[in-house]
């Protein structure tokens, strides 16, 4: 569980706190975010040896991504690792619910699938100076209000179980069936929202990879508009003077100290991007001569909505933007010529010097928002993620 908020001071730990001491009876077990997957694993191995109901790791920074981490959220209870100083490999339970606490979290893609985020805003400057709080020592009132509160919320949960369970059809979610049987059903018959609707907000929040590789599948549509395929190589002689691809090609794979982009670092990122579809895009690899890869992306159904991108614009427009469904009409260039000519003063056509450089392509979403008098600003840094950000002018 992500606890986020939009500034210190706003009360998260407090809050992680609130539902440990209800739930264990004390305050959460704390730790600072490791340095690395190793120092983790160790973490989690001693969390387990120890049989701790509830852990936290407190403020995280950076882009949170740790393998160990996400192996520990999907692991059905059951933990193995070496024990430290010796060769042989045990095994312990599990359960422990874990929580993270942030301001204005980054998570890789992996993460964010597996976090069920709680959302703290608050408009003041400096939250923790506020003063009008209905019980000033939070901690001390849930000690003295604990059984209270355990016995209302098991009356909630028999009351669900002497109802039936009635069960509200519900997207899924992977990997947390079980919990979405009693707990989140439960909610939702009390007439509650759906809690794993807050994912969804998360995942263009927070979730860095999903807008760096949304970023990538654009500029390889743009390379590859009517179904022509494009290797690493030739992506990276594309990626030459353009900066927002550079920083989203960082961002999913971050170099090496002192060495360049190269052909084969690209191409390993683009395999492990394989099949994968954000924004109603789908990059798939195609063995091309040699038995080399070769890249393109197409528009695909994406779920859980189960739309495209095309059907998405028509849901919110009065029409779809221009050449949004990427079709060639009978009457109309291929993008792929149209780049090669430019218009006379008199209306004509005529081939662009070969000698002269062409200026760089638009952003595909850029030509698409100016087509209905909008803007299109991207923002890409190393550890922070791409946000494309659309304004349109309201008629």
Known sequence: MLVDANARGSGKGLLVDTIAIITTGRPISRSPQPRDDDELRKHITSIARAGTPAALIDNITGKFTYRSFDAALTCEGRWADRILGQTARR?????????????????????ARRVLPIRLLSDAEHPEDRRDFAHSDLKSWIV??????????????????????????????????????????????????????????????????????????????????????????????????????????????????????????LGSL????????????????????????????????????????????????????????????????????????????NGADADVDANQPAPPPAHPRRERAELVGGTLQVRSRPGEGTRLIVEVQGG
């Open 270 to 345: 683009l395999r492990s991007l394989r099949d994968r579809v954000v924004d109603g895009l789908r990059l798939e690899g195609h063995i091309g001569h040699g038995g080399a890869l070769r890249w393109r992306v197409r528009e695909v159904h994406s779920s859980p909505e189960g739309v495209d991108r095309h059907h998405r614009h028509q849901r919110h427009q009065a029409a779809p933007l221009p050449g949004d469904d990427g079709d060639i009409g009978e009457d109309e260039t291929p993008r792929g010529e149209a780049d090669n000519c430019e218009k006379q003063p």
């Open 144 to 265: 003295g209000e604990r059984p209270r509160l355990v016995c209302a919320a098991l009356t909630i949960l028999r009351a669900y179980h002497e109802a039936e369970r009635p069960q509200t059809e519900m997207v899924p979610w992977g990997s947390f069936v079980e919990w979405g049987r009693m707990i989140r059903q439960c909610l939702v018959w009390l007439g509650l929202p759906d809690p794993v609707h807050a994912r969804h907000e998360l995942r263009e929040r927070a979730d860095v990879d999903r807008g760096a590789i949304a970023t990538v599948l654009c500029e390889i549509e743009q390379c590859t508009p009517d179904g022509t395929v494009i290797s690493a190589a030739e992506l990276l002689k594309h990626s030459a003077g353009r900066a927002e691809l550079r920083a989203a090609i960082d961002e999913l794979s971050p170099p090496r100290a002192g060495v360049d982009l190269t052909a084969q670092r």
């Open 91 to 111: 095994e312990w339970p599990l359960p422990t619910v874990w929580f993270l606490t942030s301001n204005n979290a980054a998570l890789s893609s992996d993460t």
